[in-house]
């Protein structure tokens, strides 16, 4: 609407639009850009320097860099655009940089994948040395995303580890509604205020129908990503059990001996106090050691998932497909599943007995697997437990 409604006044040349979002995937924001058929320059924060805890943020900015209003009304927006244009000669000065953590936000948004390594280490520090630093958890944990989003340089537990840090920074600052936000964009329904991403395949489907090609996005929308938000009085309807025919019930087919595929789950809870729901994504990478490499042509791969007494899930029987985006395919790409385990009402009132005992999630995956130099073949199971809830 502030487009729409200012676009007069940039086409006569007396105000000037510059964007910024908090987006985690800026060329997701080009994508939208080009559907919407907006073309000013938009600038990415995604470290959330500017410190803000809710948007949108509209402000007025003069020539000089000082700001005049924010949020402002109709009054304030022509009272700005009347004011005589200030003459600034040269450019403005790149501020230097003022401490280590600085540093670090530099060479993570502008640097190379060395220099984003860099910056985890600077964090991790920060971290275990104030470990009450919010902003410094909060960056870590968008550095850590980052790195599993890079398939070249992604390290066991990142996208897990960026979760935890998310929830640490929200933990010491709940009112920050960016970071809570983050967390939300890979948590359970229950949690989300709104569908993030469903927008996606309309924007792609409209772009195409105009003749243009779409801008690429460089990582593949999660499930959790484009799900509509569930309200808790239609939990129980929707999380009933659907009906799958369980694919090994009688644990016959051969166990996964050489650990040619590793397992590795991030649970994203819901923020709130109560916990009722967990968002569980589970990563499934072939052993680089042993050279598997998935192996379609034989079947689908597929996963079984067995939620403990009182909890629910809505699919039992999953299938690991392959990825889309060009740098996450090829047959050794890690593949992922994700699924919803939510409390049903009755285990509401026994809360403090579940939570002393701890709660388990209990599944297999039944993969299509070669390995080695000869390429051998495989069909093997492996069973895994994920714990939802810690006992604590």
Not at 364 to 380: E, H, K, Q, R, S
């Amino acid at each position: 609407m502030w487009y729409e409604r200012t676009k007069p006044l940039e086409t006569a040349g007396q105000i000037r639009t510059v964007g910024l979002i908090q987006e985690q995937h800026p060329e997701r924001c080009r994508l939208f850009m080009q559907w919407k058929q907006m073309d000013f320059p938009v600038l990415v924060d995604s470290l959330n320097l500017l410190d803000v805890s809710a948007v949108p943020i509209t402000m007025l900015i003069d020539e000089t860099g000082v700001i005049k209003a924010i949020r402002p009304d109709e009054k304030q927006l022509a009272a700005f655009v009347a004011e005589p244009a200030i003459q600034v000669s040269g450019p403005m000065p790149a501020p230097a940089a003022q401490d280590e953590l600085d540093v670090a936000n530099r060479l993570l948004l502008l640097g190379d994948a060395d220099d984003r390594d860099r910056a985890i280490h600077t964090y991790e520090q920060r971290c275990g040395d104030v470990p009450d630093d919010a902003r410094a958890h909060f960056r870590l944990g968008v550095a850590l995303r980052r790195r599993f989003d890079d398939p070249a340089a992604r390290q066991p537990g990142d996208f897990a580890r960026s979760v935890e840090h998310w929830r640490r920074a929200l933990a010491l600052k709940p009112n920050q509604y960016i970071w809570r936000r983050r967390i939300q964009q890979y948590g359970p329904r229950l949690d989300k205020p709104y569908p993030f991403y469903d927008w996606v395949e309309s924007a792609q489907r409209d772009i195409r129908a105009r003749g243009e090609e779409p801008v690429a996005l460089a990582v593949d929308l999660s499930g959790a990503e484009i799900a509509r938000p569930q309200r808790a009085t239609d939990a129980r309807d929707a999380l009933s059990q659907v009906e799958a025919l369980e694919p090994d019930p009688d644990g016959k087919i051969d166990r996964d001996q050489q650990h040619l595929l590793g397992i590795e789950p991030v649970l994203v809870p819901d923020t709130g106090r109560a916990k009722r729901a967990v968002r569980v994504h589970v990563l499934f990478t072939p052993s680089a050691v042993a050279g598997a490499k998935w192996n379609d042509e034989a079947g689908p791969s597929v996963v079984w998932i067995d939620p403990p007494d009182g909890w629910s899930v809505e699919h039992r029987l999953l299938t690991l497909a392959p990825p889309t985006t060009a740098g996450g395919s090829g047959d050794s790409a890690i593949r992922t599943i994700e699924f919803e385990a939510t409390r049903n009402e009755a285990i509401e009132s026994a809360e403090g007995n579940h939570r002393a005992n701890g709660t388990t999630v209990h599944g297999y995956a039944l993969y299509n697997i070669c390995f080695g130099p000869d390429g051998a073949c495989t069909y093997v199971r492996q069973d895994f437990a994920i714990a939802i809830e810690s006992g604590e």
